[in-house]
């Protein structure tokens, strides 16, 4: 891998995969006998827990398949690596900012797991204009719509701002409100006004508006 | 007027006489008149003279020959001319024909290269050969690499099993005609193939020095020596081939012979001499050189009764060893020996239409041979040998020891050496596996010391294992006394043991009945000192055998706190926006401080049995290394301490302490088992605590952050 060609993007529009059939991993055991998937993938995670939040999503991603992957798999893990190659230069920087306030960004990836069906989360947070946290992680239950997805992610994120949001308080940073900044409008829509929706009966939206009230 | 009378009818004019007048007509139309005089009718006009302009399409006739004839070149229509066809007139001088430039356009031809190359190994030329289809040779290659000298035009051929083995080769074979010669490559002509283009390669060539020339791409034509050099062997090959009627499985075989016979041939770049000569600077002897793919007769020391000869193929002429390479077919083997008599005018085709039955009972041992091969070559992948033309270069160990210098001692000079003569002498198989790939090169696996270093071996490896012991740390109490270093190991107990005392880390009780005693045991650490300004540190640890605990009795809780991630990012944005400044410390023995709630009773350290209370356990007053809850106890013992300090623990993060936020003197501290940072505006306030932590706590200062991710990891 140390000669490898740099790739821009962690991950690749083509890299779609579902889990081996039971057929499949008998046959790709035999080519994976050898590669160190797990390894990798371990690695990976640790520098993403650490210091990539640009890993976030391909690591849950590759990890998906930990037990058993095939060739495919391994060809994103080896993508991730070539992206790491171009840009392991690029680090978390903390730099100082104008205002000390806390600003979150959340987004969903709809149904981008084939086994079930089930979409993404993810959010970032930055306090004081330096990333501090992120988040990208399968939601436990299946949206039926992005609405859902956007909304179960807007979730995710309130309560990361709800905890950075006490945590800075108690430091001695007291913060009047938090903008999460979530980029779909119906999610946004079922987040202000609850209309109990035939589509969204499911999905106990009290939380979301009643911390939404109370962080903005 | 007669004359132009009749002119003037043949022309199609009617005429008219009337009043002395003659009028000519044309198509009713009054064309001239002439009136009558003397006899005659004199016409009335006049000639004008005036020169007219008329536009048609100028065709220059040459150029419409050009395009007649299908746009033939100027010369061959000259030709035409000069033979007749052609009129000279309508041939003259051709004008630029587009056309013939669009249709006829081809590569520009290539000057025959000049390389001025003083001597040997100034200008190499390196190619590399045959392709996945290539069928496997007999050490399972397909493909070859050849290196070219310029000066001396003499060449090289390495044999591959896969194409990134080129690298290897050109190493091997660059130290070995650099060792031979004394000289240095300069210059390497390649083409762009990623063989010879990868960093590794570049890298090669730049720590040497070695200058890079290479092709446009598809233009094989600029590396023209190796390309027609390829040619040339291949010509040979497929020749010697189709003459003995071997197999392509040969044709690694019959290269490497093709290219020793090559090097032994005239070279009109070189003044029709032998590049060998120029190579060595001596003229070598063709006197051995025997037609290949003939039969010849191997002499083998077999008993008494059976036939004294074997019958194999000429194969070639083996690397480094005087003697000839020949094939077994019955054997599926390939031998070595000098003791050869050839048949050169039977060829390996003619003992097969002798004997087809043979021929299928060879191609079967063959084909199992060949089988037994690739399970052989898969283990020793990267033992390749290169092929036979390096001669003169590449020593031989492959054959062992015993071969190679009996048949130099017996034999000097081996064309001197009469062949039928039968001499006890080298013989030498090897089986087919082995053959080429091991021809030349040292066989890694296969290098064993001479028996006579055999016991040595052992003895090295003993005083080798003596030395680690020496240096290693002793596993147990008993190891420790045993080692050569008791003293300090001694010295590195009685130093712990002075520090529990001090600490007083247990109580020495009477033994009640049936509770459970803990074991405890020592651990030695040798810590590596800095040459020259620290000495190396034997350390001695007690600990305790947690693992003979059990939860609900022995201990409760047992997990220590260790901050989020997030949190210390948090710490460090507001380090930047607060210019706050940040360190580190951590705490020596961390474990130690904790205050046991449980009783816990052990049994005393190996070797410091009081005398007198033999009897008598340690009931644990403070914890140890080991025992189950020692990190919890730490961090209770760290909460209670920093709560003393005014110090306020976050709800939010349980590992962030803090006091006096909102204000001028705002600190922070943030835990991690036991290392941990400490955040403030104000470097007194630090230092402060800092030294209350130190009176409290023996504490190690990391002075400012530095290294963040090895502090959680």
């Known amino acids: 891998m140390l000669e490898a060609r740099p790739v821009i993007t962690p991950t690749a529009a083509h890299f779609k995969f579902r889990s081996l059939s039971e057929e499949e991993k008998k046959t790709e055991a035999v080519h994976m006998e050898r590669i160190p998937y797990a390894n990798v993938v371990g690695s990976l995670m640790y520098a993403m827990v650490g210091s990539r939040p640009d890993l976030a999503f391909v690591v849950g991603f590759i990890s998906r398949f930990m037990s058993s992957p095939g060739r495919e798999h391994w060809s994103a893990v080896k993508w991730v690596l070539r992206y790491l190659k171009g840009a392991y230069t690029q680090n978390l920087i903390f730099k100082k900012d104008s205002k000390f306030c806390i600003e979150g960004f959340s987004d969903s990836d709809y149904a981008t797991d084939l086994d079930r069906r089930r979409s993404v989360t993810g959010y970032v947070f930055k306090v004081g204009g330096n990333t501090i946290s992120w988040k990208s992680s399968l939601q436990s239950v299946v949206a039926l719509s992005t609405t859902e997805a956007e909304y179960m992610a807007l979730t995710e994120a309130v309560k990361e701002a709800i905890w950075l949001k006490g945590l800075c308080s108690e430091l001695g940073f007291k913060q009047d409100n938090v903008m999460v900044h979530c980029d779909s409008q119906s999610a946004l829509a079922l987040a202000k006004n609850s209309v109990h929706h035939e589509r969204t009966e499911h999905i106990d939206t009290k939380f979301t508006q009643q911390s939404i009230r109370q962080i903005s | ?713």
Not at chain 2, 180 to 189: A, C, M
């Open chain 2, 1 to 713: 007027m007669c004359g132009t009378y009749l002119q003037l009818e043949k022309s199609g004019c009617k005429y008219e006489g009337k009043d002395f007048i003659v009028t000519f007509y044309k198509d009713g139309q009054k064309v001239i008149s002439g009136k009558y005089q003397d006899g005659l009718y004199y016409l009335e006009g006049k000639v004008v003279k005036g020169e007219v302009a008329v536009a048609r399409p100028d065709i220059d006739m040459t150029s419409l020959w050009h395009s007649r004839l299908g746009h033939m070149s100027l010369k061959n229509m000259n030709v035409l001319v000069e033979e007749g066809y052609l009129s000279g007139k309508e041939v003259d001088k051709l004008e630029f024909c587009e056309s013939c430039v669009l249709g006829k356009s081809h590569k520009q031809s290539f000057p025959t290269a000049k390389h001025t190359t003083k001597g040997i190994l100034d200008y190499i030329h390196s190619d590399l050969s045959g392709s996945p289809s290539t069928p496997e040779s007999l050490g399972g290659c397909r493909y070859f690499v050849s290196f070219i000298d310029d000066f001396s035009k003499k060449v090289w051929v390495y044999f591959l099993k896969t194409k990134d083995e080129a690298y290897h080769k050109f190493r091997e074979w660059k130290q070995a005609v650099e060792n031979q010669t004394g000289k240095k490559i300069k210059y390497l002509r390649t083409d762009n193939g990623l063989e010879f283009y990868n960093t590794q390669f570049d890298n090669l060539c730049k720590e040497d020095g070695i200058k890079r020339h290479r092709t446009c791409t598809y233009t094989p034509q600029q590396n023209g020596v190796s390309e027609r050099m390829n040619k040339t062997i291949m010509d040979i090959v497929r020749s010697m081939l189709a003459e003995t009627g071997m197999s392509q499985e040969f044709w690694a075989e019959a290269t490497s012979t093709a290219v020793y016979l090559i090097n032994r041939t005239p070279n009109s770049f070189i003044g029709f001499k032998l590049p060998e000569e120029v190579w060595t600077g001596t003229k070598p002897d063709l006197s051995h050189l025997r037609r290949f793919g003939c039969s010849a007769y191997v002499h083998v020391t077999q008993d008494k009764t059976s036939p004294r000869a074997v019958k194999g193929v000429f194969m070639g002429y083996p690397c480094g060893i005087k003697g000839y390479r020949v094939w077994l077919p019955k054997e599926g083997k390939c031998t070595t020996s000098r003791n050869v008599v050839f048949n050169e005018t039977e060829l390996y085709k003619d003992t097969l239409s002798s004997a087809d039955e043979r021929k299928e009972e060879a191609e079967k041992e063959y084909k199992k041979l060949k089988k037994a091969r690739k399970r052989v070559s898969f283990s020793h992948d990267l033992l390749r040998g290169p092929s036979t033309s390096c001669c003169d270069l590449d020593d031989s160990s492959s054959q062992g020891g015993e071969t190679s210098s009996s048949s130099s001692e017996s034999s000097e000079n081996l064309e001197e050496s009469e062949m039928n003569e039968e001499v006890v002498g080298s013989e030498n198989e090897q089986s087919l596996d082995d053959y080429l790939l091991a021809r030349d090169m040292k066989r890694r696996s296969n290098i064993r010391p001479p028996s006579r270093f055999e016991d040595e071996d052992f003895v090295a490896y003993a005083l080798a294992t003596a030395e680690d012991l020496e240096e290693e740390e002793p596993k147990s109490y008993e190891e420790a006394l045993k080692s050569s270093k008791r003293k300090q190991w001694e010295n590195a107990m009685k130093e712990e043991m002075d520090s529990h005392k001090k600490s007083h880390t247990w109580d020495l009780i009477e033994k009640p009945e049936k509770q459970k005693l803990i074991g405890c045991k020592w651990i030695f650490k040798l810590k590596p000192g800095i040459p020259g300004v620290e000495k190396q540190r034997y350390k001695a640890r007690l600990v305790a055998k947690g693992f003979s605990q059990q939860e609900g009795i022995d201990y409760n809780e047992v997990f220590s706190l260790v901050v989020k991630h997030v949190s210390i990012r948090l710490m460090l944005s507001l380090m930047v926006n607060m210019d706050y400044e940040l360190e580190q410390m951590d705490v020596k023995t961390a474990f130690l401080h904790g205050n046991l709630e449980e009783r816990i009773l052990m049994s005393q350290p190996e070797g410091f049995i009081q005398e007198g209370n033999e009897n008598k356990v340690c009931l644990l007053r403070k914890s140890l290394y080991g025992l189950k809850q020692s990190p919890r106890l730490w961090n209770q013992r760290f909460d209670a301490f920093m709560k003393d300090q005014k110090f306020e623990r976050s709800c939010y993060d349980p590992c962030v302490y803090m006091r006096d936020t909102q204000t001028d003197k705002a600190i922070y501290l943030l835990l991690y088992v036991d290392d941990m940072l400490i955040a403030s505006g104000n470097m007194a306030i630090i230092q402060e605590l800092k030294n209350k932590l130190n009176c409290e706590f023996e504490m190690k200062d990391l002075g400012r952050l530095q290294e963040f991710w090895v502090w959680i990891s």
